[in-house]
Nanobody, 121 residues
Framework: QVQLVESGGGLVQPGGSLRLSCAAS????????MGWYRQAPGKQRELVAT???????NYVDSVKGRFSISGDNAKNTVYLQMNSLKPEDTAVYYC???????????????WGRGTQVTVSS
């Protein structure tokens, strides 16, 4: 089995910073891409940022220049450094990964359970 476990969420004031971590574990053969999504109350889940195993990154426009995604391939871990946080960044943040497991030859998508980020004064 494959698991994604997020950590690092919490309450922060506007303009503050948080760092999220997500570690993938289990019967992993390889990871193609990891990323972060978020879902605010009453809204659809949206992509925040992704990073490939080769280090290519992608961000939603609303976080460019404020958020930075990075990964540690040896640890199967992805990080999201969030700076200059705004109230509109408040959401549950979910880790996502495209993984090939020992259970079969194909890659599939896995999700973490999410971590709450609240930006409020």
């Amino acid at each position: 089995q494959v698991q994604l476990v997020e950590s690092g969420g919490g309450l922060v004031q506007p303009g503050g910073s948080l760092r999220l971590s997500c570690a993938a574990s289990g019967s992993i053969v390889s990871i193609n891409i990891m990323g972060w999504y978020r879902q605010a109350p009453g809204k659809q889940r949206e992509l925040v940022a992704t990073i490939t195993s080769g280090g290519s990154t992608n961000y939603v426009d609303s976080v460019k220049g404020r958020f930075s995604i990075s990964g540690d391939n040896a640890k199967n871990t992805v990080y999201l450094q969030m700076n200059s946080l705004k109230p509109e960044d408040t959401a549950v943040y979910y880790c996502n990964a495209y993984i090939r497991a020992t259970t079969g030859p194909n890659y599939r998508t896995y999700w973490g359970r999410g971590t709450q980020v609240t930006v409020s004064s």
